[in-house]
Each structure stands twice: as structure tokens, then as C-alpha cells.
């Protein structure tokens, strides 16, 4: 039977390489793109890095390394994924003269500082993949378009990052821990807040409706979702508000009330802060007009 492990090494069959690229003016203003990128297998190797205006994406093939970041070491081994900034201090390196295959990209971007600080919430700098196939393929194409100096090859690469980029994003919520804590329970709220959002609704409302403890439904809705209840509860109403608003003449009193949010004022400032512009506006704008 064949492993995993024989897959991606069968997946992955290279000369160790390292390529340095420069950007384009077009990419570096509107694209995430590589700095430097490198296929490695060896049993000696050490890297620091610090005051870098620069990403690291490292994956580990085979072997083992070691990560010290934020004063924390860390065990890199098969399926590991890391998301650094190397602006901070950070040292890898091949674990007890273990041969260690992997792949590093530096990468940079205008949008790279928003992408990491959602990662960086989950304070956990490596992430394991159950399955190396979601990147393998990806890692591949990355690193054989930079031997291409082409606005078309910049784009590629901008598109792979974006989606490695967004396996790393997701994996915290589609893999909460490694258990099912919580899970039936926030699907069940989540089910609630989106069929019954015009009610009156708050965080204890909400906990003892399901029977239970509003501090662990706040930290495993946070936890599955990305938002709090409540944060979740706002974006449902605001999306329902924007139907009213393309769709009805209907008053926006009466839409704040319909959404679950009598006082006005306060349906006005969330939209607002939601949406960037008031419902006034937004409907003038998105207004659906039939002739």
C-alpha cells in the first residue's frame, strides 16, 4: 500500500534550487510576490533571519527542523506549514543532523500585513496538514513559473499565494484543535442566528437557549467562525438590511426594526461602520431600478 509520505515524495522530485526575483512596478503595487524561493535537502543548514521586510512560507517534505520564533522553539516535521514575519527574529535549521526537505518562500505583498495578522490571532506560527496535496501542487508550479519573467507569470504567482495564503487562514476553523468540542453546538447557534435574527438576541439569551456556558459558546463560535456571536449576529443583519434596501421602498425605520435593531441611530452607525456608508446612501447607489 502506498503511504502518504511516498506520495509527496513521489509528488516532489527536484534538484535543490534557490531562486532570488525581482518584482515588477505592477507587482509590487498590486500583487503578492515572491522575494526569494528554494527547494532544499540536507542534513546541514541554519538560517536567521531579522529586520526583513519579508514573509516566510516554509514546508516540510521529509525529515525534520527546528523553529525558534518569539523566543519559542518548535519541531518542524512532514505536512508543517509556517507563516512568519521576518521582521521579528526568527532561526531554522535541520533538527540533530537529520537530513530535512523543504521549501521556503520569502514573499511580500500590499495586502500581506492584513493576511498575517488574521494568521497571527491564532498565536501559532506552524500549522499540520492532514493532507499535503492541497499545496504540493501549488509549491511545484511556484517555484518552476519563476524561471519566466512575464507580467503573466507574476500573476500566477500572485493567485498561488492568495491560495496557499487561504489554506492557512482556514485551517484554524475547518480544524478546530483536532476535536469536535463545540461543533454541533455552534452549528446549531449559528442555524438560530441566521433564521432569527429580527428577535432580540444577546450572548446570555443565546447560551440559554442551547443550555450552555456562554463563555465556552463565545470562545468556540470565536474559535469555528472567526467572529464572536454577537460579531455574527451584526453581519446577518446587516446583510439582510442591504436586501431591504436594493430591493423595497420600505422606510429605514421600519428595516432597522425588521433586522432586529429598533433604535435607528444605532442600525445607522453599524451599517455605516459595516458597509463604509450610510443606508441612505447605499440604497441611492444599489437601488434596483426597473423600467
Same mark, same amino acid.
Given at each position: 500500500m502506498t503511504?502518504?509520505?511516498e506520495k509527496a515524495q513521489a509528488l516532489w522530485s527536484e534538484d535543490p534550487v534557490a531562486i532570488v526575483c525581482t518584482p515588477s512596478a505592477f507587482a509590487k503595487k498590486s500583487l503578492f510576490y515572491i522575494q526569494e524561493i528554494g527547494y532544499f535537502k540536507t542534513d546541514a543548514y541554519t538560517m536567521e533571519r531579522e529586520e526583513l521586510t519579508s514573509f516566510l512560507l516554509l514546508f516540510t517534505l521529509s525529515g525534520r527542523g527546528e523553529l525558534q520564533y518569539r523566543d519559542k522553539e518548535y519541531i518542524l516535521r512532514p505536512y508543517d506549514l509556517l507563516f512568519i514575519n521576518c521582521k521579528e527574529y526568527v532561526q531554522y535549521k535541520t533538527s540533530c543532523q537529520e537530513t530535512w526537505e523543504f521549501i521556503s518562500i520569502n514573499l511580500h505583498g500590499n495586502l500581506i500585513d492584513n493576511f498575517y495578522e488574521q494568521f497571527d490571532k491564532h498565536n501559532k506560527p506552524v500549522i499540520s496538514l492532514k493532507d499535503p496535496s492541497m499545496v504540493l501542487d501549488k509549491l511545484r508550479t511556484l517555484l518552476h513559473v519563476q524561471s519566466e519573467r512575464s507580467i503573466s507569470s507574476e500573476l500566477l504567482s500572485s493567485r498561488l499565494i492568495v491560495e496557499l495564503l487561504t489554506v492557512i487562514l482556514q485551517h484554524p476553523y475547518?480544524?478546530?484543535? *483536532?476535536?469536535?468540542?463545540?461543533?454541533?453546538e455552534v452549528r446549531k447557534a449559528k442555524q438560530y442566528l441566521d433564521q432569527s435574527y429580527c428577535e432580540r438576541i444577546t450572548l446570555d439569551s443565546l447560551a440559554d437557549m442551547f443550555r450552555l456556558n456562554k463563555f465556552n459558546l463565545a470562545k468556540n463560535f470565536k474559535k469555528q467562525t472567526g467572529f464572536s456571536p454577537i460579531e455574527y449576529l451584526i453581519n446577518v443583519r446587516v446583510t439582510a438590511a442591504q436586501g431591504w434596501?436594493?430591493?423595497?421602498?420600505?422606510s429605514i425605520v421600519d428595516i432597522a426594526q425588521y433586522v432586529g435593531i429598533p433604535n435607528t441611530s444605532h442600525?445607522?452607525?453599524?451599517?455605516?461602520?459595516?458597509? *463604509?456608508e450610510t443606508p441612505h446612501s447605499y440604497r441611492k447607489k444599489w437601488r434596483n431600478r426597473i423600467k
Open positions: 503511504t502518504k509520505q475547518t480544524n478546530p484543535n *483536532g476535536n469536535s468540542d463545540g461543533i454541533e434596501l436594493k430591493t423595497s421602498d420600505v442600525f445607522i452607525n453599524l451599517f455605516k461602520e459595516h458597509i *463604509g
